[in-house]
């Protein structure tokens, strides 16, 4: 529960979710991600390590240099969040369904009424 | 435990897509949303205005049972096609987000005279706004809305 927490704190940052988008397509080293931004490095490394921390990015060496991937498991997992939401238009989408049976009902009740 | 209700939120993409198949025939289901009386039922919200044609509009309204409006919002239907299709948009009042634009696709499914499915795109200004509409469930302060709207909705049931 507390890793899902994290994760969920970590994507309400706009310019968390922005370099995860930047690492979903291809591996970047921090030097080339913070380009990308008017944040000083050291907060962009700040971001990355909480990226890292909650599994969102994971990071390979290769020589010098160390790069970030998203880490596409843990980006599927994200996709609980959504849950909330779909079970909000589930709930009303069953809801639907209920008050639209009973009208049908409603109909040939009336129907069967007039006969 | 499924949930019938499907939702396609690419990462990066400022829409969403929702698709849900009913035990209804696609008539009916049609008419779930043509109807002020029955819209305003099953969306377990106050359905004020609704004008389904084309260049027509719509508004919503919730209100506690002091009489407190907890939830508006409204919209522009821009087209329609009876069984078909709705084109429109959607504001919520007081609301950060702005206007999004929805199209409501209505199918037969297969040949059964029962079964239907209603495809939702909803298109947001941006991927920002689309993320927060997401999370908006989590929102605590919004959640307390979300929370006093399932009540009623559950009075009304």
Redesign the interface.
Known sequence: MKLRRDV?QA??D?TR?AI??MV?TQSMTAGAIAQGFDAARPTISKHLSILTECALVVSHKDGREIYYDVNAAK?KEVDD??T??????????????????N??AQQDQDKGGKS | ME?????K?E??EQQLL?T?N???PVA??F??FDSAE?LG????TQVTILENKPLGKYHFETKDPSGNVVFEASGTIHSIEQDKLIVRTFEMANAPFGAQLEFLNFKALGDSDNQSV?EMQVIYRSK?IR?Q??????ASGISKA?DRL?AL?REG?
């Open positions: 969920f994507l309400a706009p979710r995860l988008l979903a980006m969040f959504l909330p939401f779909r079970k909000m238009w589930e709930a009303r989408f069953d809801k639907l369904e209920a008050v639209m049976k009208y049908t | 949930l019938k209700t499907k939702i939120a990462p990066g929702i849900r009913f035990d209804l009916l289901l008419k779930a029955l039922n099953w969306m377990g209603l920002e993320d509409m997401l999370k908006l469930p989590f979300h399932e909705m049931a």
